[in-house]
């Protein structure tokens, strides 16, 4: 698995005016691994996007990856109502949309509960971007690879989100 303060690589394969690959840090102390590589998987966007209760779209959630919006309850409560509706993993984007350098440490809440499934922070300018393309494509999800090995392809090769600083 990965240790704190590594990052982990995703890529969007559609749409693809955002097929890039995008940086996420995992939860510092709770949730699972990446024990699998998905090569094609749905990254849903939550709905209501804080996830802090019943989801309106949960059965879309079911074997997919979901996208969560930062903020409303703690991160490990996010995690759990997507380990709840069957989901493989969580991508908690920061709601500070003009966020693209600062990687928060998600921690686990003062409840003692745990969550199984992985759980990554991802930059706000990053998830909104993808919201945003999906949202003018009329596309109830994205289609990712989940974890990509960026020390495997050349520098110049990697394409990474222009808005972003590697």
Known sequence: GLRIHEYLYFQVLSPGDIRYIFTAT???DF????NTRYDQIHL?????PEACGELNNGVFIQDQIALVERGGCS?????RVIQEHGGRAVIIADNAYDNDSFYIEMIQDSTRRTAD???LF????DGYMIRRSLEQHG???AVISIPVNVTSIPTYEVMQPPWTFW
């Open 26 to 28: 995992p939860a510092k």
């Open 31 to 34: 949730g699972g691994v990446f």
């Open 44 to 48: 849903v966007p939550a709905d209501p």
């Open 75 to 79: 991160f490990l409560s996010k995690t």
């Open 117 to 119: 499934i992985p759980a």
């Open 122 to 125: 991802l930059l706000g300018r």
């Open 139 to 141: 596309l109830p999800w």
